[in-house]
Every structure is written in C-alpha cells, then in structure tokens.
C-alpha cells in the first residue's frame, strides 16, 4: 500500500496547500520528512491580531525570540501580519532584564538590559542597527534606553528576505521608533515586497495614534516593487518628500487611503506620483463638532473641484474608483447639528473627471457628488460617468445634511437616476450592476426611500432585476441588467455580492 510519504515533496508541497495551521502543527511531529516540508508552509503567513489577552503577547514574544535563535526559519516568512490598536510589548516580556550591567561605552540602541543575547550578539546586533538608521539617530543613545524589544523586532523584520505582504497595525505603529528607518531602506531588505498595509480600520478611542513619521509612506512612493499600499492617515499633513528626484512608482497599481483627511494639493501629490494606477479608493473622514473649524479652513477637504484636478492625474490608467466620506469619530450627528444651530460646509462642485476615464469599469462615489449640495442642480450621471461602466455603486453619504434630502426636490434628484437607468442602452451599454446604498438613519425624516423605491418599481422585463439587500450597515438597493437572469429568482437576496455589500 502506498504511503503519502511515498510521494514526491513538490507534490507533498500542493497538499499543505489546502491545510490550517493547526493541521500543520500536527504533521510536522510525524516524520523528518514531514518536518522539513511543512516548516515553510507553518512560517509562510504569520498573524497576530492584538487583544487584551496576555497570552497574545505572549505568543508574539515567543514567536521573534525563536526567530532570532534560529535565523533560517524567517527565510521562510512571506506575509508578516501584527494587526490591533493595543501595544504588543507592554503585555508581556519573556526576556528578563539584565538590571547588574555595568555601563558601557557601545551604544546598544536600547539592548542593554536584554539577557537573550550575549555581550558578543549585542555588539553584533548594535552593529546592524547602527547601518540601519539614519546619523541624525546615531548622537540620542538615550531616547534607545529600554527599548529593546523594539530592537529586537526591527532585527527580526530585516531578515525577512522573501517578504510579499507587510501589514502593521497602530499598536506596533505607534509603539516602533526602528520601522520608519527600516522601510526607508525597504528597497534592498525587501526586495520582493509587493503589498503594504499600514494602520487598523477600527478605531480604538482608548489607544488613538497621534502621530506618524512620514518616513512610513514616502519610500512606498519610491519603490521598484510594491504594487498595493493602503494607509491611514489620522489627521492633517503636508507631505514633503525630502529627496533631490521627485517620487514616481512604476509599480504601483493599487492604493488606499483610509480614515484619512488630506487636503486636495497634497492628494495630488500622491497621485502625480503613482502614473500606473489602476484601483483607487479614497475613504475620507471629517470631524465636525463645536470645536472643529467650519467652512471655509474646511474647504480644502471638501471641495471637488479639488478632487477633479487630483483624479485628473488618473484619467489614461484608472479602472476602479471608490471614494466615500463620514464623519470621523467624535463628531455630532446629524440630529446634534441642528440641536446645536449648525450647518454642515457645503461641498461645492460637481465629480465631473470621470467622464474622461475610457479604462474606467468600477465606480463607488456619493451620490452628492454628481446630485450636488444645491437643491436646484443636479448633472445628468451621462455627463459625468464614462461609457464603459460595468459596476455603478452610489452611497448616501452626507446626504442627511443635504437641504434637498426632504421636499419634492429629492425626486427631482433622485430622477436624474431613473433618467441615466432607462437610457443605460445609449450611455453605458456595459452597465451590469447598479446599487444605491441606503443607510438606517436615511429612513426617518427623509423622502430618499421612497424615491429610490420610485425608481426600482417600474423597472420590468427578461433583462432587469431589482430588490432591497439588507446588507452590514446599510440597505443596498441592487438592480441587474443582462440577458437570462431568471437564476436570480430563485438566489437568496442576502448573497447577492457578498464582496461589494
């Protein structure tokens, strides 16, 4: 009878493909053979997300003290993840510190007091710091002083030659005095590194990140390698670049800003940067309170003709645009706004650059942005929109403080869609699917659903479908085009494109 270690390791290799890793645990305590073929598949993707829990910490202690012992395993490391808001290093320390040391005149970066290596390995390691970091680092030997699991992680991070995927959360964001220095050198320590993901989508109030060095994002812009970058941006920067050339990646294709408000100059800074881009999603939030500035210092992060000339860097290369905006945490709603006697800054100007995008397939934008603020103007979404769309998405975002939200003016709006769906055969004759997000709180007080409802009744025929999918957070309301769609029927409505809702 045949034995699975009879078969060849290539093929072994494709098993361990369809395996967990807790599968993986069991079978690399099976044989020699075993052992050597599933350790690169039980180092291959390596994720912690932070919680609470001291054994998270724990773990993740554990896990760079024995890829500092074994240097060979981190040869094996492709995805490295460190999700989570919370500090990984104040949980747990499974190095105890060395407190009899005597000073020393070498400058250790903060390894001092670290017992898991020798006075040999600390030199050593002081050594490799110090060609990793900037002079401007080399004369504060004390902002170093017990930081020496931020050293020994940064030591960790350079050995993974085969890295494809960094993804780093604000906790080791926040906490890492190394990472900044390191990604600046990214070019020769990854020199395979193809997707970055820098920063966490759910905001911890009790852990907020305050503030980023900016060498985080400016040598993304530089790279020969990384084609996907998405990145939080908690509050308001000028970018510098701060080198003789100015950027210009040839690699990049895909890039997300999320939770983030920049101004448009700065905006189109990244934008002129990236020439090959073909994904763009653009997550804005705004913070509108009493103490927040109204318009016009917030202006230069509403305005859209601002957006038109950034996008307009896109118009030859761009196949999928989203752009979203909400206010950001700790703002009123809308029901404290009119409590309080304030107005939400208008959003002048009208999204009208994508009409010049031929590539462009995917679009997922505010409805506001071609309906407009002002009750008496709306485009026609043929003007605005290019032929070739395939997927139209438009979300309700801010339209709770827009004045036409109530009245006889918001099916008038919402006309100018039923108008660019009835004549989709002339304007986008690729048009497959349309949805309009519609959110819980767009319910009360507001005639939007109902003239969205007006809009999806009258439609008819073998070739359109429509229906409401209650979807996380929203109520979706998708309508299909094309021919044979009766399989639809009998789908369930809440799996409909479970990766857009």
């Known amino acids: 009878m045949a034995r699975l270690s009879d078969l060849p390791e290539d093929i072994i290799s494709l098993v361990l493909e369809y395996l967990n890793r807790s599968d993986y645990y069991a079978i690399i305590r099976v044989s020699r053979l075993f052992y050597h073929t599933t350790l690169p598949s039980l180092y291959r993707d ?69 017992t898991t290596l020798s006075k040999a390995q600390k030199i050593f390691a002081s050594n490799q710091i ?36 960094l993804d780093l959360g604000d906790g080791f964001l926040r906490h890492s005095l190394f990472l900044p220095q390191i990604l600046k050198r990214a070019e020769y320590l990854f020199p395979k590194l193809q997707h970055v993901v820098l920063g966490d989508q759910r905001w911890d109030p009790e ?82 309170n009493n103490h927040t500035p109204v318009a016009p210092p917030l202006a230069p992060y509403l305005n859209l003709d601002g957006l038109n000339i950034a996008l307009a860097n896109l118009k030859n290369t761009l196949e999928e645009c989203k752009l979203t905006l909400a206010m950001a945490p700790g703002s009123f709603t809308p029901a404290e706004i009119r409590l309080h006697g304030l107005t939400f800054p208008i959003i002048p100007g009208t999204l009208a650059v994508l009409k010049e995008m031929k590539r462009l397939t995917k679009v997922e934008v505010p409805m506001i942005m071609f309906l407009g603020w002002a009750a008496d103007f709306a485009a026609e979404l043929s003007e605005v929109l290019p032929g070739g769309l395939q997927e139209l998405t438009l979300r309700d975002d801010f339209v709770l403080h827009c004045s036409w939200a109530t009245g006889h ?49 009258p439609t008819g025929g073998s070739d359109v479908s429509y229906r409401i999918v209650n979807a996380r957070r929203a109520d979706v309301h998708l309508w299909r085009f094309g021919h044979d769609l009766g399989r639809d029927k009998d789908m369930r409505v809440d799996s409909m494109f479970p990766s857009t809702l």
């Not at 852990?207 to 308001?236: G, H, K």
């Not at 800003?257 to 940067?273: C, E, G, Y």
């Open 46 to 114: 390596i994720k912690f997300t932070a919680t609470k829990s001291r054994s998270c910490a724990r773990n993740l202690a554990f896990l760079l003290r024995t890829l500092l012992e074994r240097p060979q395993l981190a040869s094996h490391v492709k995805v490295f993840k460190l999700r989570g808001p919370l500090p990984y290093w104040s949980k747990y320390n499974p190095w105890p510190e060395d407190t009899t040391s005597t000073a020393s005149s070498v400058n250790l970066w903060g390894l001092k007091a670290c």
């Open 130 to 165: 110090y060609s990793l970091v900037d002079e401007s680092m080399h004369k504060e030997p004390e902002q170093f002083k017990g930081r020496n699991k931020d050293a020994l992680a940064t030591l960790v991070l350079t050995r993974f030659s085969e890295l494809r995927t």
């Open 207 to 288: 852990n907020p990140v305050s503030y980023m060095d900016l060498d985080l994002i400016r040598p993304i812009f530089y790279s020969d390698s990384v084609r996907t970058f998405e990145y939080i941006m908690a509050q308001p920067w000028t970018l510098n670049w701060n080198r003789p050339q100015p950027p210009r990646s040839e690699s990049l294709t895909m890039l997300r800003l999320f939770r983030t408000n920049i101004t448009r100059a700065t905006l189109d800074q990244l934008l002129v940067a990236t020439p090959h881009l073909k994904r763009f999603h653009y997550e804005q939030e705004i913070l509108f």
């Open 409 to 457: 003016n918001c099916n008038k709006k919402i006309g100018r869609i039923a108008e660019y769906l009835e004549q989709k055969g002339v304007h986008a004759p690729q048009l497959q699917t349309f949805q309009m997000r519609l959110k819980p709180s767009a319910k009360d007080n507001t005639w939007l659903e109902d003239a969205i409802k007006d809009v999806g009744l």
